[in-house]
């Protein structure tokens, strides 16, 4: 305990000493993060933090040290969550690298493979993207097209994928090919690393509906991968890919965990609805639904701590992980949903004087909330998973 409390202390006074003031700033989206990666181009205060953050491992605290990670314990770990969270800082780095592709690395990787990668990921060097669905491949993954045939030590790959995050902003790829057109389709898959610089490989965006374009069309023609960039077993790609998508429904279903969000709900509510003279929301059917929304909200809390707190203790997300993100994802849709109601007309806005930014926010977040759902396995196959893997109920 003696230990524990000096090492709060520790990162108390190192955090204050070293983080750059801007980034107690909370983030006011996505984009304003720190993905890491060749291509970006962040302001001197985020890359002075990704560099005082990834030289103590603490961009990804729990990873080994021997690969650049913190080593930190899952008690440590939670201290430094805990303090950083104290003085509202932002984390130091975000992405693919961290919270799915690295994760399996550790666990599946070949040891050349966690030693070119692991370290490059910690300090935020290189950003990575998913090449899972293809035009004809979502939901039935495994019936995916992109082939990859043997020429030596390279496989050739020519398809193509669709959706995929990010694509024109990543280093590499993390991507599913056919390797055997005879097997059954759970059998001829690999699961391979992909350099996005490699000749052959192609990325256009696509734009929609909430206005910006996060993901692509990406096309590969005769693209030469090594075949030491296969995860796991060749042949073998549908378990890494399985087991990969343990790691990214969690993640999924994290970021919907309660924010400390300037538009939190009761703040909007006392704005647009009024109050009833007692402090309380003027409107009851709003409150009611208010509570509700705040109540589920709580309980996934809880179970997302139970979960994170059993991953760090070694327990990688199984098919659990399909609950948390059915739940979180739906959850979300309703929170925007009654936060665009909460907000009337001006819940509506697009662009022009008439709206705030925040309102402008609001809208085109309600409108990506619809993406969730989707992103990761739809939530008619998580209650598939739920059903078969989970519950063991009959096909
Ligand atoms: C915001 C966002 C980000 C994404 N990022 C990536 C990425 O980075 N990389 C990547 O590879 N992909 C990405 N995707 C793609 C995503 O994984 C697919 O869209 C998803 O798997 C669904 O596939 P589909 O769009 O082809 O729909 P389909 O599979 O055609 O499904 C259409 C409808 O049929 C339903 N359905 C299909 N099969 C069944 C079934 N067996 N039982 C019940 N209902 C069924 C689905 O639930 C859905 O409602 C992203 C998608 C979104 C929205």
Redesign the pocket.
Known sequence: MADLEKFRADTRAWLKENAPPSMAQPLKSDDEACWGGRKGNYPPDVMRWLKVMSERGWTAPMWPKEYGGGGLSKQEAKILHEEMAKLHLRPALIGFGLSMIGPLLLQHGSEDLKREHIPRIVRGEIRW?????EPG?????ASLQTKAVRDGDHFILNGQ??????AEKADWMFVLVRTDFEAPKHKGITFLLMDMESPGVAVKPIKLISGSS??CETFLTDVRVPVTNVVGQINDGWSMAKALLGHERTMIADAFKERDDAMRLLNMARRYVGEDGEGRVADAVVRDRMTQVEMDQACLDLTMARIRDNAKAGHAPGAESSILKYYGTELNQRRRELMVQIAGPQGLGWEGPGFEPAEIKLTRDWLRSR??T????????QL?VIAKRVLGLPD
């Open positions: 993207c998913q090449g899972y669905s491949s979502g939901s039935d993954l994928k669709v959706w995929t995050s990010y996060p993901f993406g969730n989707i992103e990761g396995g739809t939530s008619e196959i598939n």
